[in-house]
């Protein structure tokens, strides 16, 4: 599976798709204004693009009891079922013909009685080839030259519900339907007004020409296929509940606009062929359960030239106009399908909890070392249904050290006591005197409403400054904002240079570290000026 990656500003994204583009006139924040109001920050998942987000799923066995409710899944297991202990086919391996309306029946695609209808044949039809292709049935050839197909050895353990068959079988099917999918939007359209004899002159040449058109065709059509699922995976991880869903015109302005950019009315050609081309594969998908989609309404594409565009005005777009350009919400089925392709291709595509398995070491160390971790989310896992007293004297041993991740470690301590809540309290009151606890407990239990909590010595005061700053160095990754905003806070009363005269000397692993960002960041210049010399200070010490 592609990663994820922004188009160039003067690229095309919607090369070879439909000609048929939606009203062009609209306003922009009209069409795509539901950044806001979906819950979607483009910014933040743009930064969040670079890695694979942790995702929630359910149980294996709730996904193959959703995976056995798609109905074209469904279909498959009962075709198989069907077939026991043999059929006839033909010589393809199709249903033969005096079999297709029954199995229409079967399938509940077709009244009991009546004519079937020539599109449920077609769909039974289908859903029989996908049992082929899982090897749900099989096919063979009696002695007698018979054509016949028999159960696979999948059917019955995907019956009794064994999970991992049946998601086997449901993740193989939705491979195939992504493949079909590419396929079918890689199609070229036929070329009107050529003659059998003109057609007939270098045909060699146009037949070499016309296949590798169709190989580029699909190669644009699988990555942009890709590009749209992984956008709507990382979505889904960042998204609160209840504002997974995503107009397809925001996945498609995702897509297109140049990273760091808002969609421009430039650009709005190139959202709305994306989303043209995006329409029937996204289609396809929901077949499968990979994602519930609402397609563009059609009849968006029925103005007649010349008349005004079927939706037009100064006022923005309500919810309902809204969705008539297209709606996607991937499924925890889709969401397990794309991780399994994201682990396929050799992507670390890690799931919520997996770094809260252990004891509080390996908790505050995985999320320590983690790149796309979502530490909250990992606490909250490992505080769940834990005794709050001995969870958090755990953790307080777990955050001591003066290696590298050291305040960071003593950061997320804080946080998942937050979580245990005043039951941490007697662990918490036990580390008062630790040096490198005290401070941060000493904290802890004030803003727990304790009140008499010690007040710290000046050498441990010091010390939790110098931790708690580094701590956020490192967890912010140098974000200048959040980092102004620490500093505003530093206790430098009227005498800077007595203040970073005592800092200095302080025997912390990050004490110059500190120093050096204060000095840099700070917007008082003799502060920041101070701050420069301690820290050439502190190196010197080293």
């Given at each position: 599976?592609?990663?994820?990656?922004?188009?160039?500003?003067?690229?095309?994204?919607?090369?070879?798709?439909?000609?048929?583009?939606?009203?062009?006139?609209?306003?922009?924040?009209?069409?795509?204004?539901?950044?806001?109001?979906?819950?979607?920050?483009?910014?933040?998942?743009?930064?969040?693009?670079?890695?694979?987000p942790p995702v929630k799923l359910p149980s294996e066995t709730e996904l193959a009891e959703q995976a056995k409710a798609v109905p074209m899944f469904g279909y498959a297991l009962a075709l198989a079922r069907w077939a026991a202990p043999h059929r006839v086919v033909d010589e393809f391996g199709d249903l033969v013909e005096e079999d297709r309306a029954p199995v229409a029946r079967l399938?509940?695609?077709?009244?009991?009685?009546?004519?079937?209808?020539?599109?449920?044949?077609?769909?039974?039809?289908?859903?029989?080839?996908?049992?082929?292709?899982?090897?749900?049935?099989?096919?063979?050839?009696?002695?007698?030259?018979?054509?016949?197909?028999?159960?696979?050895?999948?059917?019955?353990?995907?019956?009794?519900?064994?999970?991992?068959?049946?998601?086997?079988?449901?993740?193989?099917?939705?491979?195939?339907?992504?493949?079909?999918?590419?396929?079918?939007?890689?199609?070229?359209?036929?070329?009107?007004?050529?003659?059998?004899?003109?057609?007939a002159e270098?045909?060699?040449?146009?037949?070499?020409?016309?296949?590798?058109e169709v190989e580029e065709a699909r190669d644009a059509a699988a990555e942009l296929l890709d590009e749209a699922l992984q956008v709507l995976y990382?979505?889904?991880?960042?998204?609160?509940?209840?504002?997974?869903?995503?107009?397809?015109?925001?996945l498609a302005a995702l897509l297109v606009v140049p990273e760091g950019e808002e969609p421009s009315e430039e650009l709005?050609?190139?959202?709305?062929?994306?989303?043209?081309?995006?329409?029937?594969?996204?289609?396809?998908?929901?077949?499968?359960?990979?994602?519930?989609?609402?397609p563009i309404d059609p009849e968006l594409f029925d103005e007649e030239e010349g008349e005004e565009p079927a939706v037009v005005g100064e006022e923005p777009l309500d919810e309902e106009e809204s969705a008539r350009f297209g709606l996607v919400r991937l499924t925890p089925l889709g969401q397990y399908g794309i991780r399994q392709w994201l682990l396929e291709d050799g992507y670390d595509a890690p799931l919520v909890g997996e770094l809260a398995q252990g004891d509080a070491a390996d908790l505050l160390r995985g999320v320590c070392e983690a790149a796309?971790?979502?530490?909250?989310?990992?606490?909250?896992?490992?505080?769940?249904?834990?005794?709050?007293?001995?969870?958090?004297?755990?953790?307080?041993?777990?955050?001591?050290?003066?290696?590298?991740?050291?305040?960071?470690?003593?950061?997320?301590?804080?946080?998942?006591?937050?979580?245990?809540?005043?039951?941490?309290?007697?662990?918490?009151?036990?580390?008062?005197d630790d040096p490198e606890l005290g401070g941060a407990a000493r904290a802890w239990l004030s803003a727990l409403g304790a009140s008499d909590v010690p007040v710290p010595d000046r050498t441990m005061?010091?010390?939790?400054?110098?931790?708690?700053?580094?701590?956020?160095?490192?967890?912010?990754?140098?974000?200048?904002?959040?980092?102004?905003?620490?500093?505003?806070?530093?206790?430098?009363?009227?005498?800077?240079?007595s203040w970073f005269g005592e800092l200095w000397r302080v025997d912390h692993p990050y004490t110059a570290d500190v120093l050096e960002a204060i000095g840099e960041l700070h917007t008082d210049r003799t502060l920041a000026k101070e701050a420069r010399k301690a820290a050439f200070k502190a190196r010197s010490k080293g």
């Open positions: 599976m592609a990663g994820r990656r922004r188009k160039n500003a003067g690229a095309s994204a919607g090369e070879g798709a439909a000609e048929a583009v939606l009203p062009a006139d609209l306003e922009l924040q009209d069409l795509y204004g539901a950044f806001a109001a979906h819950g979607l920050d483009d910014e933040d998942l743009d930064d969040a693009a670079v890695l694979v399938l509940g695609l077709a009244p009991a009685e009546g004519e079937v209808p020539e599109e449920a044949e077609v769909e039974a039809l289908r859903a029989w080839s996908l049992a082929c292709d899982l090897d749900l049935v099989e096919l063979g050839t009696t002695k007698d030259g018979e054509h016949v197909a028999v159960p696979g050895p999948d059917l019955e353990p995907a019956e009794q519900g064994d999970a991992e068959t049946v998601l086997e079988l449901w993740l193989t099917a939705a491979g195939i339907v992504r493949e079909l999918a590419v396929e079918a939007d890689s199609l070229p359209e036929e070329e009107a007004g050529e003659d059998g004899e003109e057609r270098g045909a060699d040449e146009e037949d070499e020409d016309a296949l590798s990382e979505t889904t991880a960042f998204a609160e509940p209840g504002n997974e869903t995503v107009p397809l015109g925001v709005l050609g190139d959202i709305t062929d994306v989303m043209v081309a995006l329409d029937p594969m996204l289609g396809d998908l929901a077949e499968l359960g990979l994602l519930e989609y609402r796309n971790v979502l530490p909250e989310e990992e606490l909250r896992v490992w505080t769940a249904g834990r005794e709050p007293e001995p969870a958090a004297r755990e953790l307080l041993a777990a955050a001591r050290g003066d290696d590298a991740y050291g305040p960071l470690r003593r950061m997320l301590c804080v946080s998942a006591l937050n979580l245990l809540g005043a039951g941490a309290e007697p662990a918490v009151r036990e580390v008062l005061a010091l010390w939790t400054v110098v931790d708690t700053f580094a701590a956020q160095l490192l967890d912010s990754g140098g974000d200048a904002a959040l980092l102004r905003e620490l500093i505003a806070d530093l206790p430098v009363k009227g005498d800077p240079a």
